[in-house]
């Protein structure tokens, strides 16, 4: 807040970086500019946090590939250093205590209070963010004023995905123009004027003022755990073999549900 006019500062947030920056642009509206909020938590009622899995199960690749969409991308300076302290009990316990603490706290609510311009960025594959919390989210920011942009990588919404009624409500805000859907575009950068977006159909690069991006992108299916119990796997998104009526697997006595399945 040092050494900047009042309102003039963009927050950028990330993961847990989204409920502090939607709780701080609540409490310090004077404050604040613009959010934008890159794949936020706690915009939904549960919290579905993956990297305890890798950590309690001393796995330092699962915890890297729940962290990082493509860990290939990764600084080899970051990744050592993900590599030293993984090693450390104290730290993987501290870790486990730090991401728990956080999981009762949700922002859902909060967004009614929010006041400032605010970009979604959403994808269908978040491990964390379900897209049907990316989609509440953006119809209650638009109810309490917020002008919001969704910027979807694909031509359309998952229709399995979002609760009919959410999605009725979505694209009737949509077709209304209350909220602007801006299809086939990847979002490039952010700076301190907003986003900077490409549409895939012309190429053309627009910058859409914002105050705030939610930044909900997707994640990579772990199937380690079913390969190492023999559970066959199939199709594009290597997808369990299961009963239907039973939930059982190929493998006697394994049973599968949830996203998973």
Same mark, same amino acid.
């Given at each position: 807040?040092?050494?900047?006019?009042?309102?003039?500062?963009?927050?950028?947030?990330?993961?847990?970086?989204?409920?502090?920056?939607?709780?701080?642009? =609540? /409490?310090?509206?004077?404050?604040?500019? %613009?959010?934008?909020? $890159?794949?936020? @938590? *706690?915009?939904? &009622?549960?919290?579905?946090?993956?990297?305890?899995?890798?950590?309690?199960?001393?796995?330092?690749?699962?915890?890297?590939?729940?962290?990082?969409?493509?860990?290939?991308?990764?600084?080899?300076?970051?990744?050592?250093?993900?590599?030293?302290?993984?090693?450390?009990?104290?730290?993987?316990?501290?870790?486990?205590?730090?991401?728990?603490?956080?999981?009762?706290?949700? =922002? /859902?609510?909060?967004?009614?209070?929010? %006041?400032?311009?605010? $970009?979604?960025? @959403? *994808?269908?594959? &978040?491990?964390?963010?379900?897209?049907?919390?990316?989609?509440?989210?953006?119809?209650?920011?638009?109810?309490?004023?917020?002008?919001?942009?969704?910027?979807?990588?694909?031509?359309?919404?998952?229709?399995?995905?979002?609760?009919?009624?959410?999605?009725?409500?979505?694209?009737?805000?949509?077709?209304?123009?209350?909220?602007?859907?801006?299809?086939?575009?990847?979002?490039?950068?952010?700076?301190?004027?907003?986003?900077?977006?490409?549409?895939?159909?012309?190429?053309?690069?627009?910058?859409?003022?914002?105050?705030?991006?939610?930044?909900?992108?997707?994640?990579?299916?772990?199937?380690?755990?079913?390969?190492?119990?023999?559970?066959?796997?199939?199709?594009?998104?290597?997808?369990?073999?299961?009963?239907?009526?039973?939930?059982?697997?190929?493998?006697?006595?394994?049973?599968?549900?949830?996203?998973?399945?």
């Amino acid at each position: 807040r040092r050494g900047r006019p009042a309102g003039e500062t963009a927050m950028v947030a990330a993961s847990l970086g989204g409920k502090i920056a939607v709780e701080y642009a =609540v /409490r310090h509206p004077e404050q604040v500019a %613009r959010l934008v909020l $890159l794949c936020p @938590s *706690g915009m939904g &009622d549960e919290e579905r946090l993956p990297i305890v899995e890798g950590v309690r199960r001393n796995d330092l690749k699962a915890l890297v590939d729940s962290v990082f969409y493509d860990p290939r991308q990764l600084d080899p300076g970051l990744l050592g250093y993900y590599q030293k302290q993984f090693a450390t009990r104290r730290w993987r316990a501290g870790l486990l205590r730090t991401i728990r603490g956080t999981m009762d706290h949700v =922002v /859902r609510n909060r967004l009614a209070d929010v %006041r400032h311009p605010t $970009l979604l960025v @959403s *994808g269908k594959d &978040d491990r964390i963010v379900d897209p049907r919390a990316a989609a509440e989210a953006a119809i209650r920011l638009n109810r309490m004023g917020s002008a919001v942009t969704i910027c979807h990588r694909g031509d359309d919404f998952d229709d399995s995905r979002i609760k009919p009624w959410l999605l009725t409500e979505l694209r009737l805000l949509i077709r209304e123009n209350k909220i602007r859907f801006l299809p086939r575009a990847d979002v490039l950068s952010i700076d301190d004027v907003g986003v900077n977006v490409r549409r895939r159909d012309d190429g053309r690069i627009e910058t859409i003022a914002s105050d705030a991006v939610l930044l909900l992108t997707g994640y990579r299916q772990d199937s380690t755990l079913f390969e190492q119990l023999g559970i066959e796997l199939g199709g594009p998104h290597r997808t369990p073999t299961f009963d239907p009526e039973t939930m059982e697997t190929n493998v006697k006595n394994v049973y599968v549900a949830g996203t998973c399945s």
